[in-house]
């Protein structure tokens, strides 16, 4: 009888041990659902970009772009962020290797926009184009218009316009595109959300400069953005 206390010690202690497992992993799993939602809807963001007529110049330009910052779409009554603003993830172009490392969580607090009123739910890229715009981003927050300078972005079949701006922004909304200015706008680092993602606590320097931070269920997202990116570069080639 000896062999079957054993067993159901064995199995009594499976249990606990089951159990003890799904505590220690409901914390972590939970806190990071919401991160990786967005990560998700990001990825969702930038396709519906990408396939976009209205978005040529976009399309034809990502590729120059030093980092991107993808805001999916926000539901709001009112204007665009309904005046409170959301959630954004940033990736940046490891230039070495032309890899894009990210995302970094970021919380995107609007002014008064007002780009068009009565918009109920919008989506918003905007392209990091220079070295003082992506390091600006690596402060706690930046407010865009003051520390670094932003253009509403051309949009239209064919549209060509050279613009020379730290950021350059684009908005969809229910059919109604446009450059979207962000004028007035901060973006603050999100790092709740970053630690929760990670595990730990990093900043956007170890996201998406050094890449010593990295989560694997954000490789779908940086592979849609390099390609995206290198179809810019074999488009302006031909």
Do not use: C
Not at 4 to 25: E, N, P
Not at 42 to 55: C, E, G, H, V
Not at 58 to 76: F, S, T
Not at 94 to 114: I, K
Request: hydrophobic content about 45%; charged content about 15%; proline content about 4%.
């Amino acid at each position: 009888m000896q062999p079957i206390v054993q067993t159901t010690h064995a199995k009594r202690w499976l249990g606990v041990l089951a159990v003890a497992s799904l505590a220690a992993m409901s914390g972590p799993v939970a806190a990071q659902s919401e991160q990786q939602e967005l990560v998700n809807n990001a990825q969702t963001t930038l396709s519906n970009f990408m396939r976009d007529p209205q978005m040529d110049w976009l399309q034809r330009h990502i590729g120059e772009a030093q980092a991107v910052l993808v805001a999916p779409p926000i539901v709001k009554a009112g204007y665009i962020f309904g005046g409170s603003g959301g959630r954004a993830v940033l990736l940046a172009r490891n230039v070495p290797n032309g890899r894009w490392d990210g995302p970094a969580f970021y919380n995107v607090g609007a002014a008064s926009v007002g780009f068009q009123a009565g918009i109920a739910v919008s989506e918003t890229l905007t392209l990091v184009m220079t070295d003082k715009g992506l390091n600006s981003l690596m402060s706690p927050s930046v407010k865009l218009g003051g520390d670094a300078s932003i253009a509403a972005g051309p949009v239209g079949v064919g549209a060509a316009s050279d613009i020379t701006s730290d950021f350059i922004a684009f908005a969809r909304s229910k059919g109604v595109y446009g450059g979207l200015n962000l004028e007035g706008s901060v973006v603050a680092v999100a790092n709740d959300w970053n630690t929760a993602y990670y595990g730990r606590a990093v900043t956007p320097n170890d996201i998406v400069l050094t890449g010593k931070a990295h989560n694997a269920q954000a490789d779908r997202l940086a592979q849609e953005l390099s390609r995206a990116a290198s179809r810019q570069k074999t488009s302006s080639a031909q």
